[in-house]
């Protein structure tokens, strides 16, 4: 908490010509926003202690540039093409044999849903346009590489609701419920639990249940198959 408040009082003097003139209401929403960084950090620390899966790029460019990865050509039914560029919020990888499995991770302020049914429509493709980017084009910089999924991080204040006189561990499974990520994932119970530990679905959008031959991805979870993922690109 200390080094998020030095951090935020160095921006407003380097950046905002410090706290003297403001107003309280400017005080205040700098206050709010110390305290969403350091919810915000701890969240991602406990996520990222338990994942298999590690940050490999943030800001990562897809554009033509060498810092860039190259994005995919798009054909269009008049005959032209195009190439859809931007920037990746942050970018992990996990390496298993000779495979890099990779996730998009996107940070949204808003309450931004994944639906497969507006992928489909042609809406809200965005990221999967990043993913099939990496997927195409991602080899030279990361080896063999193959999607993980996409996921949206909520980046704001958390609300929980709780039973009144719930102990600390119930609120805290709470909090983290309302901070999971949404998205679509790999339908592969190996990489479900290399993202989360329990595979419990409380950090992502999927979770395993146990079956006679072994763990499965439970109904209810967001995953496709890689032949999936793969119909998407196309």
């Known amino acids: 908490k200390g080094q998020i408040h030095r951090l935020v009082e160095d921006y407003v003097e380097r950046f905002m010509g410090g ?18 960084l350091d919810t915000l950090v701890e969240h991602l620390s406990r996520e990222l202690a338990q994942s298999q899966f590690v940050t490999a790029a943030c800001e990562l460019r897809v554009d033509e540039s060498p810092q860039g990865v190259r994005p995919i050509r798009i ?13 990746i919020d942050r970018l992990d990888i996990y390496k298993q044999d000779d495979v890099t499995y990779f996730r998009v991770v996107d940070y949204k302020t808003g309450s931004k849903e994944f639906r ?16 099939m980017s990496i997927w195409a084009n991602g080899g030279q910089r990361y080896g063999q590489v193959t999607p ?17 006189g719930a102990d600390e561990e119930t609120a805290e499974r709470a909090r983290v419920k309302v901070m ?20 419990a679905g409380l950090f992502i959008p ?29």
Do not use: H, W
């Open 148 to 164: 993980a999924g996409v996921l949206y991080l909520p980046a704001k204040l958390p609300v929980v609701k709780v039973d009144r």
């Open 206 to 234: 999927a979770r395993l249940t146990s079956t006679e031959n072994g763990e499965a991805v439970a109904a209810g979870s967001s995953v496709a198959s890689l032949r999936q993922f793969a119909l998407i690109k196309r």
């Open 180 to 199: 999971r990520m949404n998205g679509l994932l790999l339908d592969n119970p190996e990489i479900i639990r290399d993202m989360e530990l329990d595979a």
């Open 75 to 87: 054909d269009l039914a008049s005959g032209g093409s195009i190439r859809v560029g931007g920037i």
């Open 19 to 36: 706290y003297e003139d403001k107003s309280s209401r400017f005080c205040f929403l700098m206050r709010r926003i110390e305290v969403l």
């Open 116 to 131: 497969l049914a507006e992928v489909m429509d042609g809406i809200n493709v965005q990221m999967l346009i990043y993913l």
